[in-house]
């Protein structure tokens, strides 16, 4: 019996095409360029210890962008605003029949604002479970173990992850949640059918 479900945003509950290209075709910043700093500095912004607006003066300037800091966060937000909405859909067919349904994702906090009041996903959702806050990410047990110990009450078993990160899967399952790999809406509409009965 499924009591709860969680969800990845980017590449589950966010589809489309990535950031990445939208930069590289509109402004001529390549992920050559970006890598370094994805790799290295935002990584502690998505886990709540630095602020992403103070991370991103020197490598813009380095890279070439001639506008605000707060203009490119918004461009980049904007550029990533494409919900899934038969998954919504899906969302609040679950929470009808009880389920409770949650946003489990690897995002720093204006971000995470961002999805909760600008995409409007605080209404659709039980709450949000981000890195930023949780102080860990999903590639490590210890983001589950902090699900778990906020869904007291819920067993481990009884709670579905979606993801579209074949690691993720693997570290949820470590910690005893049912996971399953998200590849496009008709397979997961599938796959919750056996999860559920019907969706």
Known sequence: MIKAALFDVDGVLV?????????????GISTEKTAAFFK?????????????KEELILPLHQWGWQDSVDAFVDYW???????????????QQLRRQGVRCYLATNQEKYRTAYI?????????????????????????????KYVLNKLDGIEAETIIFWDDTPSNIVVAKEVGL???????????????RRYLGAL
């Open 178 to 192: 049912q996971a399953e790999l998200y590849r496009d809406f008709a397979d997961f509409e599938e796959k919750m």
């Open 77 to 91: 937000f904007r550029c990533e605003h494409n919900v899934n909405g038969p998954l919504v859909h899906a969302v």
């Open 15 to 27: 589809d489309g095409e990535p950031f990445s290209r939208h930069l590289a075709r509109d402004y």
């Open 116 to 144: 909760l009041e600008h995409m409007g996903q605080a209404e659709n959702f039980d709450g949000m479970f981000s890195s930023a806050y949780v102080g860990f990410m999903k590639h490590e047990t210890t983001f589950f």
């Open 40 to 52: 290295g500095r935002f990584l502690e912004c998505l886990v709540g210890r630095a602020d992403l």
